[in-house]
């Protein structure tokens, strides 16, 4: 199975932009997925695909992806942005794998 | 209103059983794929099971693979996991969630509240 490598935290000050990224092998051939969980609560899909936001999420969460690596960017973060994200995409076996997350702390 | 409520969380012991479910509501359940995803405490998510709408389709991750089963009762809208051979490393908050339906990929876009796993003796 493949795995997907996240940095574990990553802080922006209120209103920055800031770049969550997620690097695997999976990545060269397959678009992943961002969900958003804060504590407590069960996870929500924020992106997914190449550049695709659910209804009801906001215009400032952004996706890209290049080789290997796809990034989230959030585009003037907003304090109820602080969450844990992660990142997941199939594997070669056409089965699901998740990163380890990353925290993000709005300053 | 669409949703996915899990159930059958509790203490389990190590060697035990323990079955999940997962009621859904508010969305034609036997078109959608679902899965299984677990979270340890403190720690990130890891996906346990897929099985297809029709139920047809079935995969596990290799930490599960032979002792959990995944199951789904599309005249009920209820999914299943059926734990046995329970370790300690079971412990966790099991989520089910809704497959999108992409094209070759996994995308989750429904996620239950989750339901509690503790293996302890």
């Known amino acids: 199975s493949s795995e997907l490598t996240q940095d574990p935290a990553v802080s922006v000050a209120l209103g920055q932009t800031v770049r969550i990224t997620c690097q695997g092998d999976?990545?060269?051939?397959?678009?992943a997925g961002w969900y958003q969980q804060k504590p407590g609560q069960a996870p929500v899909l924020v992106l997914y695909?190449?550049?695709n936001r659910p209804s009801g999420i906001p215009d400032r969460f952004s996706g890209s992806s290049s080789g290997n690596t796809a990034s989230l960017t959030i585009t003037g973060a907003q304090a109820e942005d602080e969450a844990d994200y992660y990142c997941?995409?199939?594997?070669?076996?056409?089965?699901?794998?998740f990163g380890g997350g990353t925290k993000l702390t709005v300053l | 209103e669409v949703q996915l409520l899990e159930s059958g969380g509790g203490l389990g012991q190590p060697g035990g059983s323990l079955r999940l479910s997962c009621a859904a509501s508010?969305?034609?359940?036997?078109?959608?794929?679902m899965s299984w995803v677990r979270q340890a405490p403190g720690k990130g998510l890891e996906w346990v099971s897929a099985?297809?709408?029709?139920?047809?389709?079935?995969s596990y991750a290799d930490s599960v693979k032979g002792r959990f089963t995944i199951s789904r009762d599309n005249s009920k809208n209820t999914l299943y996991l059926q734990m046995n051979s329970l370790r300690a490393e079971d412990t966790a908050v099991y989520y089910c969630?809704?497959?999108?339906?992409?094209?070759?990929?996994?995308?989750?876009?429904?996620w239950g509240r989750g339901t509690l796993v503790t293996v302890s003796s």
């Open positions: 969630a809704k497959d999108l339906g992409v094209t070759n990929n996994w995308y989750f876009d429904l």
């Open positions: 508010g969305f034609t359940f036997s078109t959608d794929a």
């Open positions: 099985i297809s709408g029709s139920g047809g389709g079935i």
């Open positions: 999976s990545l060269r051939n397959f678009y």
């Open positions: 695909g190449k550049n």
């Open positions: 997941n995409c199939r594997d070669s076996s056409a089965n699901v794998v």
